[in-house]
């Protein structure tokens, strides 16, 4: 309390401040408000997501608004709807004991009646996407002209979602002589770009190191066969019962199938993608919140208003194109002084990627082994272990016990216990119990024949004739399917052909884009190849599968990894003890699972056919 007085906040935030239950500043607060409360300036700050930015920006403005005057005096320029209410809510709170003060949301969706007349009856802070803020100046709905304090949050966000022309459009209405204050997790080119254009000579804050990921959070990463990648995202989840978390896709297409999927598979899971309306992404963003939906399967554009604290888990079902948009995902967990895991699934094509990552973010990945059915069961078990020991005895019951109790008056404790477990894990055991190992070492060749079950050739009647090398057709492919880098390869260039490999779940795609399809008016045909592509010098992959899938089923899922388990299991245990279970428990609600056997073959061609 008295470190928010060193830093010459009022008398009213302060009290604000006590009401939040705020007791110390955290870095970025502790450097930019002294400043920006002392003097008239331009400000550059570099801070990951969740150290408090809204308070260090917002409480120098809320101190040097004048909230007896109706004029528009502060803007807060952020990139999304989510974090625009967010905002506007955080700054209500922290100005609750200045009478008058009138902070307005500008945002897409909702209606422009409705939020010009808020601003006409006098807001003197205004919070705005960029998009409804430029309709709305365009209208001649809002005045920015007498601005004194503009805030561009989330900067980076805001140019990655392509609103640069909208807020230079925006800032062209406002007056020359404003503080700017700029806030961003990252310093990519743009961003320094905007800076030197709408800012003059700009102190500049830097929190941690310069695209750090924030040390709440740790990094793992999880080797699979490609074709594993759902499988392993399904225990990942089982293997953490109390999960809470976001789910990254690259394509809106994967991350409606992603969720599809998990529904399906009896999870709480639910899609955020661009592709949803307003009122539905605010139905699941709701959900979300309370907790209903314990996965969300989301778009990096779509998830970039996600400021929900307490995410235990990003999961990264595949990870981003671009590196930098990893510190994006990763920075949704470890919020709030909370830690958090980022976990990769990744398959040995993309174990490079991984390299590149740790580089940016100065930080070691974990590699870590998928848990094997019979870790998970057991996990499972504690969990609904400390689930009962946790309950609260519901006194209605009583009423039912003489009766209960005549039905079970012949059984012992222990007997009672084995069946009340097995009644929650008959099925649930037999879902497992021959589950396959689903790492791949991390060294050796590739299981190439494993892969190319699950691989489609594509012979294609274009090819160095047509100024084609296998690079740039591997990037003209990858345009034109929109897949990643890494979901075209095998790339051959022949003088009038080509070849080249995509998963099989892409095939529909790829077919379906070269139907009818030209290029500078030629007919281009695709077939599909039988050949494999596997004799391209790769022998020897085959001849090492039969062993280890030797091992593999010596072994079973026990695996000799019994350090790990126990480690695990402690993990587990600290985490239920913490919080409430949900009312819907975890594994009854998966129930459905138990018919089904994703890892096994079979389904393994159901879920292909649903792709
Ligand atoms: P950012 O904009 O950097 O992502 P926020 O401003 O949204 O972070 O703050 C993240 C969370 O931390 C919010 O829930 C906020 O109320 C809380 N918070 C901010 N400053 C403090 C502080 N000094 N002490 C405790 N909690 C804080
Ligand atoms: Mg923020």
Known sequence: MTAFKAL?????????????????????????IPILLERETDM???????????????????QKIDVKSRTTQGLILSPTRELCLQITNEMAAYGKYMPGLNVTAIYGGASITDQARQVKKG?????????RMKDMIGRGLIDISKIEYCVLDEADEMLNMGFYEDITEILSHSPKEKSTWLFSATMPKEVSTIAKKFMHTPVEITVGTKNVGSDQVSHEYYLVNARDRYSALKRLADANPEIFSVIFCRTKRDTQKVAEQLIEDGYNAAALHGDLSQSQRDTV?????????????????????????????????????????????SGRTGRAGKTGISMVIVSKSEVRKIHTIEKMIQKKFISKEIPSGMEICEVQMF?????????????????????????????SKEELIQKVFSVEFTRFLNYYKNSKDLNISG??????????????????????????????????????????????????????FSFFNTDTTHQELVMGIFKDFKLEGRQINIEISKDTGRSKGRSGGGRDRGKRRGDRNDRGDRGDRGGDRGERRGSFKKRSGGSSSSDKPAFKGKGRRGSERPDTKGTGGRRRRKE
Do not use: C
């Not at 689930?387 to 519901?394: F, S």
């Open 8 to 32: 010459g906040l009022e008398e009213h935030l302060l009290k604000a401040i006590a009401d939040l239950g705020f007791e110390t500043p955290s870095e970025v607060q502790a450097k930019a």
């Open 44 to 62: 550059v700050s570099l801070a990951q997501t969740g150290t408090g930015k809204t308070a260090a920006f917002g409480f120098p403005m809320l």
């Open 443 to 496: 060294g050796g060749e590739r299981n190439f024949e494993e892969e190319n079950k699950d691989s489609t050739r594509y012979f294609l009647n274009i090819g160095s004739k047509d100024d084609f090398d296998w690079m740039s057709l591997k990037d003209f492919l990858r345009d034109l399917l929109q897949l990643g880098k890494d979901d075209v390869y095998k790339v051959d260039v022949k003088d009038s």
């Open 285 to 329: 963003m709701k959900s979300f919140r309370a907790r209903q939906i314990q996965m969300l399967v989301a778009t990096d554009v779509a998830a970039r208003g996600i400021d929900v604290d307490d995410i235990t888990h990003v999961i990264n079902y595949q990870l981003p194109d671009e590196t930098e948009i990893y510190t994006h995902r």
């Open 123 to 131: 807001a003197q802070i205004i919070v705005a996407t960029p998009g």
């Open 383 to 411: 969990h609904l272990a400390n689930n009962i020991k946790d309950t609260k005895i519901n006194p209605e019951i009583n009423a039912y016990l003489p009766n209960i109790n005549e039905v079970l008056a012949d059984f």
